[in-house]
C-alpha cells in the first residue's frame, strides 16, 4: 500500500511541556524537527493544576530558562499570578509559582513552535518506532495512518496519552487526558524493543463554575505586590500585571464522612486501578484514609484562566463517582450549590522504568532513541519540560557525534532529577523536592543563570548577548564582594545610631561592613546608607552580593562537599562492563549494576543495593582494566 | 587529585613485643608531626630524608605518651605509594589505641577495611596478576567489618542510636514539608522547640561519645567462649565469674538454648565472656540453632574455655568438642571436682595438651586459678584480642563527632536568626553519620517519612 514518507533529522512524539521543548531546542541548533501530537489543539496543554513552579520546580524553570528553553518565556506571557514562594527561609528554597491562563498559555507555545522555521507540527498518533534489522539503532516511526518518518533520532514524550484509561467511579473510558484520543499502539512496539513498561497513575480534582461558587465564605489568597519574573530575559516591568485571586477553604467532617461512606465505589479502593499513584499528591480519598485524625483539608479555588468559568479545586482531586463527587464538593464551604464543569478523574497510563536510560536520557538498547517527561515516569509540567530540554540537545549532539550535556548533581535540580531517575528505583511518579537536592545551597533559582548560561550558550541555545550579560553580571558581582570586603565602619554616632533604628544591637568597637551585612536584621541594601563609595547596581547583582556574604560559611562548607562528590562523578565507568565479570561482587551489585549501567563510581555508588565494599572493588577492576588496556 | 590519610594498626592487638601505627595519604607526614616529637631539637619528620628512621616520642599536647622509633617512607617509593609514617611503639592495647586515636584526633582517619591494600593496587604497587586476590580481600574484610560492626554493637546502644536517629529524621521531615508545601505547614516559632530538642538530642550523643571512650559501647573484650556437653555445669561457671545470677542454672540437660553473653573485668583486661548451649546431636529444632550458634562462637573465639564434667563419663559430646579444641587457645576444666569423679586430668591429656585446672563452679572453687591462668595467657601475649572490636570503636566514635559537629552546627544556626532550611542540612548529616554505625544506609528515607507522616499535596 502506498504511504507517505518523509525524513527528518530528529522526530519527537508528544507536543506536551517535555516535547515542546525537546522539539524547540533540536530545531532552535539547526536540525530538521517534526513533533506529532495527536491533536494541534492541545500543544503545550495544562490538564491538571493552573500554575507553573512552586517549591523546586520554580528552581526547575528558571534552570530550563538558563539553558535556553522556553517554559519560563511562557509563563511570563500568560500568568494571571504569581507569588514567591518561602520569602521569610533561606534563599535556596525561595520558589517561584505563578498561576497560568492555561488557554493562553497553549496557544503562546503553538505560536513560538509554528514560528520556528525548522520545526513542522503534525497531527498523527505515532503506532510504531523503526529500527535496524537488530532493534538496536532507530531509524524513523510510523503512524497509525501508515505514514514513514525517517530519522536519525527519536524522542519519545508520550506524557499520560500510552494506553490511557480515564476513571470517574464506575465509569470508565479509554481516553487521555480532557477526553483527547489515547494512544494505543505505541507500547506493544515498544515492548517489541524490549523496553520494560510500567503503569503509573495519577488525578486531577473537579473545575467549577465560578457563578457557582460563594467567595464569601473562602479567604482571598493574593499575588505579590511586586512580581519577579521567571525568565532572566523578561524585564521586570513588563510583568507588573493586574492580578487575578486564589481562594482558600477547607473540607470538614461531613466530607469526610461522605468520603468514607463511599469508598466501595472508588475505583483505586475497589481495586479496578492497577497504576501506582504519586504519595506527594494523594486523592481526597487517600488523605481521609491515610491521616483520618485530620479533622480537614486544605482547599485551594483556582482560576484557570481569564476567559473561562471553571475554577480547579487544589487538594481535592478524585477518582468517586460523579454523583458523589457532587455531595462531597457541596459540604465544602462556598460550594454548597457548586455546578460541576468537569469532573474529577484519575488517569492511567503507560511508562518506563527510567532505569533503561542514560543520564543522556538515551536508551541504553536502541541507538538513536531518547525520551523525556512523563514517559519516564515523573510527574509535573516542569520536571516534563527540563527532561525534554536534555533530551532534545543530547539527541541533536548524538547525530553530531559529540559528548551528551549531562548536568551533575552539583550543577543543578535537573542533574538531581534525572540522576534520580536514572539511577534509583522508583515506584510512583516521580517529583522535584528542595530535600532532593544534597547541595541545595549552591543550587538556588536566584543564581541559575550563573551556574547554566555557560552550557546553554557553548550548546547553541542561549543568544550570545544573554551570555555576554551573565558575564558581565559576575563580573560586577565579584567587583563589589571584592570593594565591600575592604570597608570598615567605626563605633561613631552615625552607624549607632542607624543601628538603633534598624533594631540592631550597637557597636563596642568598629568593625567591617561584611560583619554587619551577617546580621538577620541587617542586609547589603540595608546598609546602603553608612556604605559612602557604594555604586548602583542592578538589583540583581545586589541580591547575589547580600547571599555570598550572609551564607558565606554555609556555602563554603557545601562547596567541599562537592569537591568530594565530584572526584567520584570524574571516575569514569566504560559503557560495556558486564559485571558478571566482576570479581568478588556480592550478586544484589551485580544485578543492579548490570541493570543502571552506571556511567561513573559517583553514579555507581548512589544505586541502592551497591555498598561501599563494592564500590572499591569497582574502583580496582577499573585499574586491572585500564592496565590491561596499556 | 587529594587522598585523605587513613591511619591503621598493623600489628595484633596484643600485650606484647612492639606495635606497629601505620599512618598513609597526603597529610601523612604533617599528621604526624603533630603527634611525634623528635629526640633532636627543633627537627620535625617534614624536614627528614625519605627512607629513614627516628628517634622520639608520641606526644599529647605537651604529654609525653610513649617513646618509639618512626620510619618515614615518602611516596611513590613505599607500599601505598602515598607518603607513609610507621610509628614503632611499645605493644601493649592500650598504648596502641591511644596513640590510634591521637593520630585520628589530629586529622587522619580510620582506615576501611583493606583500604591499605586497596591503594597499593589502585596507586600500581601491587601487579595485576594479583588484583582478583585484592578484590577478595576487600570484600571478605568488609563483610566481616560488617558483621562485627553491627554484631559488636551492644543491644542498648544500637537501640539509643535508632531512637535518636528517628527523632532527627522527624524533625527534618516535618521542616522539609513546611518548604514544600509552605501554604499547609508552618514554621512559626519552630525553632524554639527544634532548639531543646536538639539540645537534648547533642546530650545523649555526648553520652554515647564517652562511652566509646571507655569503650563500653561495644562489646569488647578477650572472646571467650564456653562450651561444654549439657549439664557441665556452663552456665554455672558464667555465674561464678559474673558474680551473680545471670544465666538459668537448672539440672535439666540443655536448658541453656541462647547464646548468654557477659562481660567482666579481670585487672587490666576485660573479657567477653559467652555461655553456648551444649554441643551435642539434638533433634530438637530451637537448641539446634543454639547447637550451630555454639560452633559458630568457637570459630570466632580468642579463647574457649571447656566445662568437663567429671561427675559422670566422658561421651561422644566430649570427644566431639575436644575434636574441635585441638590447636585452639584453650583451658580446660575439671568441673564439679568435689563429687565423686570418674574423669581425670589423664583421661584429658590424652586428648589435648591445652592447661588443665580442677574446679567446682557452683560452689565457686578453683575461680581464682582460672582467672590467673587468663590473665597470664594474655599478659605473655599467648592471647590476642581481635582489633576489630577496637577498629570498630574508632569508626563509631570518629562518626559520633561528626554527628555532635553538626548537632552544634543546627544550635548555631538558630542562635544565629538563620532560617530554617539551614537546620535540615546540618540535620540530614547527623542522620547519616548515626546511620553508619548501626549500618543503615540513608536512601529514601526522608521522602517516605515526609509522604507517611504529612500530608501534602495539591
Known amino acids: ?630 | 587529585m587529594r587522598v585523605d590519610t587513613i591511619v591503621a594498626i598493623a600489628t595484633a592487638m596484643s600485650n606484647s613485643g612492639i606495635g606497629i601505627i601505620r599512618i598513609s595519604g597526603e597529610d601523612a607526614v604533617k599528621t604526624a608531626d603533630k603527634v611525634i616529637k623528635l629526640k633532636e631539637k627543633n627537627k620535625r619528620l617534614s624536614d627528614c630524608e625519605t627512607h629513614t628512621v627516628h628517634y622520639g616520642f608520641v606526644v599529647d599536647g605537651n604529654q609525653k605518651i610513649d617513646e618509639v622509633m618512626v620510619l618515614i617512607m615518602r611516596g611513590p617509593k613505599s607500599y601505598t605509594r602515598e607518603d607513609t609514617i610507621e610509628i614503632d611503639c611499645h605493644g601493649g592495647i592500650l598504648m596502641m589505641q591511644r596513640i590510634f586515636e591521637l593520630v585520628i584526633k589530629n586529622g587522619a582517619r580510620p582506615a576501611d577495611p583493606g583500604e591499605f591494600t586497596k591503594r597499593a593496587f589502585l596507586n600500581g604497587r601491587i601487579d595485576l596478576a594479583q588484583a582478583e586476590s585484592v578484590m577478595d580481600v576487600i570484600s571478605a574484610k568488609n563483610d566481616f567489618a560488617l558483621c562485627s560492626s553491627v554484631e559488636q554493637l551492644s543491644g542498648r546502644v544500637s537501640e539509643k542510636i535508632r531512637w535518636i536517629r528517628e527523632k532527627v529524621l522527624h524533625e527534618i521531615a516535618f521542616i522539609e514539608s513546611a518548604l514544600d508545601d509552605p501554604e499547609h505547614y508552618e514554621l512559626d516559632s519552630y525553632s524554639e522547640g527544634l532548639y531543646e530538642k536538639v539540645s537534648e538530642i547533642l546530650q545523649e550523643v555526648e553520652k554515647l561519645l564517652k562511652n566509646s571512650e571507655n569503650g563500653t559501647i561495644l562489646k569488647e573484650g578477650i572472646k571467650t567462649v564456653i562450651v561444654g556437653k549439657p549439664n557441665a555445669g556452663k552456665s554455672s561457671l558464667l555465674n561464678a565469674l559474673v558474680g551473680r545470677e545471670r544465666a538459668i542454672v537448672t539440672d535439666i540437660a540443655g536448658t541453656t538454648r541462647d547464646v548468654i553473653e557477659e562481660q567482666i573485668h579481670l585487672g587490666g583486661f576485660s573479657l567477653h565472656l559467652i555461655d553456648t548451649a551444649g554441643i551435642r546431636d539434638t533433634k530438637d529444632l530451637v537448641e539446634q540453632i543454639g547447637v550451630n550458634l555454639a560452633k559458630d562462637y568457637l570459630e570466632k573465639a580468642d579463647l574457649v574455655i571447656y566445662v568437663a564434667d567429671t561427675s559422670s563419663p566422658l561421651n561422644e559430646d566430649d570427644y566431639q568438642i575436644m575434636d574441635l579444641l585441638k590447636g585452639r587457645k584453650a583451658i580446660i576444666l575439671l568441673n564439679k571436682s568435689d563429687l565423686n569423679p570418674v574423669v581425670f586430668e589423664e583421661d584429658i591429656r590424652k586428648h589435648l595438651n591445652q592447661t588443665i585446672l580442677p574446679v567446682s563452679a557452683k560452689n565457686h572453687m578453683g575461680i581464682d586459678l582460672l582467672e590467673e591462668e587468663i590473665k597470664k595467657l594474655f599478659f605473655t601475649g599467648k592471647i590476642s584480642m581481635n582489633d576489630e572490636v577496637f577498629i570498630t570503636n574508632a569508626r563509631h566514635k570518629t562518626s559520633l563527632l561528626e554527628a555532635k559537629k553538626s548537632l552544634e552546627f543546627v544550635l548555631q544556626s538558630i542562635r544565629d536568626g538563620m532560617p530554617e532550611d539551614f537546620y535540615s542540612i546540618d540535620l540530614m548529616n547527623v542522620y547519616e553519620e548515626l546511620g553508619k554505625i548501626v549500618g543503615e544506609a540513608v536512601e529514601d528515607d526522608l521522602v517516605n517519612e515526609i509522604f507517611s507522616k504529612f500530608c501534602m499535596g495539591k
Open chain 1, 1 to 630: 500500500m502506498p504511504c507517505i514518507e518523509e525524513t527528518y533529522d530528529i522526530c519527537v512524539v508528544g507536543a506536551g511541556h517535555a516535547g515542546c521543548e525537546a522539539a524547540l531546542a533540536s530545531a532552535r541548533m539547526g536540525f530538521e524537527t517534526i513533533i506529532f501530537t495527536v491533536s494541534v489543539d492541545s500543544i503545550a496543554l495544562m490538564p491538571c493544576n493552573p500554575n507553573v513552579g512552586g517549591s523546586s520546580k520554580g528552581h526547575l524553570v528558571r534552570e530550563i530558562d538558563a539553558l535556553g528553553g522556553e517554559m519560563g518565556k511562557n509563563i511570563d506571557k500568560t500568568f494571571i499570578q504569581s507569588k514567591m514562594l518561602n520569602k521569610s527561609k533561606g534563599p535556596a528554597v525561595h520558589s517561584l509559582r505563578a498561576q497560568a491562563d492555561k488557554a493562553s498559555y497553549s496557544m503562546e507555545m503553538r505560536k513560538t513552535l509554528q514560528a520556528e522555521k525548522n520545526l513542522t507540527i503534525k497531527q498523527a498518533e505515532v503506532s510504531e518506532i523503526l529500527t535496524d534489522e537488530k532493534k538496536q539503532r532507530v531509524t524513523g516511526l510510523r503512524t497509525v495512518s501508515g505514514g514513514i518518518y525517517y530519522a536519525k533520532a527519536v524522542i519519545l514524550c508520550t506524557g499520560t496519552y500510552l494506553g490511557a484509561r480515564c476513571l470517574t467511579g464506575e465509569m470508565v473510558v479509554h481516553t487521555g487526558p480532557n477526553g483527547l484520543s489515547a494512544a494505543n499502539y505505541l507500547t506493544d512496539s515498544l515492548k517489541d524493543l524490549g523496553i520494560e513498561i510500567f503503569r503509573f497513575k495519577t488525578g486531577t480534582p473537579a473545575r467549577i463554575d465560578k457563578k457557582s461558587i460563594d467567595f464569601t465564605k473562602m479567604t482571598e489568597q493574593f499575588g505579590d505586590e511586586r512580581v519577579v519574573p521567571f525568565s532572566f530575559s523578561t524585564n521586570p516591568d513588563d510583568v507588573q500585571i493586574n492580578q487575578v485571586s486564589c481562594w482558600l477553604t477547607y473540607t470538614n467532617e461531613k466530607t469526610h464522612e461522605i468520603i468514607r461512606e463511599n469508598l466501595d465505589r472508588s475505583p483505586i479502593y475497589a481495586g479496578i486501578i492497577e497504576g501506582t499513584g504519586p504519595r506527594y499528591c494523594p486523592s481526597i480519598e487517600d488523605k481521609v484514609v491515610k491521616f483520618s485524625d485530620k479533622d480537614r483539608h486544605q482547599v485551594f479555588i483556582e482560576p484557570e484562566g481569564i476567559n473561562t468559568n471553571e475554577m480547579y479545586v487544589g487538594g481535592m482531586s478524585s477518582s468517586l463517582p460523579e454523583d458523589v463527587q457532587y455531595q462531597m464538593y457541596r459540604t465544602v464551604p462556598g460550594l454548597e450549590h457548586a455546578k460541576i464543569v468537569r469532573n474529577a478523574y484519575a488517569i492511567e497510563y503507560d511508562c518506563i522504568n527510567p532505569n533503561q536510560l542514560y543520564p543522556s536520557l538515551e536508551f541504553k538498547n536502541v541507538k538513536g532513541l531518547f525520551s523525556g517527561g512523563q514517559f519516564n515516569g515523573s510527574s509535573g509540567y516542569e520536571e516534563a519540560a527540563c527532561q525534554g530540554l536534555i533530551a532534545g540537545i543530547n539527541a541533536v549532539r548524538s547525530i553530531q557525534g559529540k559528548e551528551p550535556l549531562i548536568l551533575d548533581r552539583s550543577q543543578a535540580y535537573i542533574g538531581v532529577l534525572i540522576d534520580d531517575l536514572v539511577t534509583k528505583e522508583n515506584f510512583e511518579p516521580y517529583r522535584m523536592m528542595t530535600s532532593r537536592a544534597e547541595y541545595r545551597l549552591i543550587l538556588r533559582q536566584d543564581n541559575a543563570d550563573l551556574r547554566l548560561s555557560k552550557i546553554g550558550y557553548e550548546i547553541g541555545l542561549l543568544p550570545k548577548e544573554r551570555y555576554d550579560w551573565v558575564l558581565e553580571k559576575e563580573k560586577m558581582i565579584e567587583e563589589e564582594m571584592e570593594r565591600i570586603s575592604k570597608v570598615m565602619l567605626g563605633a561613631n554616632k552615625e552607624v549607632q545610631s542607624f543601628l538603633e533604628k534598624c533594631g540592631s544591637i550597637p557597636l563596642n568597637t568598629g568593625t567591617s561592613l561584611v560583619e554587619l551585612i551577617r546580621r538577620p536584621e541587617l542586609s547589603y541594601d540595608l546598609l546602603a546608607p553608612l556604605d559612602k563609595e557604594r555604586r548602583e547596581l542592578p538589583e540583581e547583582v545586589r541580591e547575589q552580593v547580600n547571599i555570598n556574604v550572609k551564607y558565606d560559611g554555609y556555602i563554603t562548607r557545601q562547596m567541599k562537599q562537592v569537591d568530594q562528590f565530584k572526584k567520584l562523578e570524574k571516575k569514569r565507568i566504560p559503557a560495556d562492563i558486564d559485571y558478571r565479570d566482576v570479581h568478588s561482587l556480592r550478586k544484589e551489585a551485580v544485578q543492579k549494576l548490570n541493570l543502571v549501567k552506571p556511567v561513573s563510581i559517583g553514579q555507581a555508588s548512589r544505586i541502592s543495593g551497591v555498598s561501599p565494599a563494592d564500590i572499591s572493588v569497582l574502583l580496582v577492576y577499573l585499574e586491572q582494566m585500564y592496565r590491561k588496556g596499556k
